[in-house]
């Protein structure tokens, strides 16, 4: 398995300025190819990997709404169906981004796409990964889902945008081949429906995979350094943590 970062901004200073790329990550296992939250950027970026959507991509999931994980869905939907000649793509996504007011997938892109509207819970079949929906988060009244990838055995699981609740870790399965953390502040701030390093540390020293990605960074992260955070987590958990950069590839 394979994953590539194209984009580690997190909140909206770091996305919107454009400090870091955004964009989502890519997953590719066998010949699976699935775009993870293709926020700002993530057609652009999509072309700096060795893919091309309408050859290559299999599916898209996000984890939620917000529009730093979704602001290119439509464009990569688009290119990836040749606008409706390719079949078959599929995109997974919670309800309130398909329907109602707050839908941020046209719904000329959804008619030419499966679309699977994600539950707590729930797995899905696709060509080659199994998707496993975990527990739902608590993040500024949107529908928010930790999410699990397996494949061949291999287990990646993606922790998006939340307030970090003492139950998840009633959900998250131990020893994953990699967890993936959207670590989006250092410090923990309770107004702020995000993870924060002190929530990450529990989670790594409760879970223990084999490998833990920080990302999504906000500006006081980045004041941080990174690079600095993933060794003090890694020192505080015994999880070789690492700092994801934009354009990052990690096999697994
Ligand atoms: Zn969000
Ligand atoms: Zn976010």
Redesign the pocket.
Known sequence: MKLYFLGTAGGRTVTFKRIRNSGGILLKAGRELIHIDPGPGGFINFFSTPFEPWKDLTAVVLS?L?L??SADANSILESATESGKRKGVKLFAPRDALFGESRVVLPYIQTLVEVKRVKEFESYNLKEVTLKVLHKHR??R?E?YSLLFEWKGKRVIYV??GKFENYWLDFLPDGVDLMILNSTFYAKREEIDHLSIPDVVEILKTKKPKKAVITHYSLEMLTRNPVKVAKEINSLTGVETLPAQDLMVLEI
């Open positions: 939620h917000h730093d994980h993040h500024h949107v928010v998006p945008c």
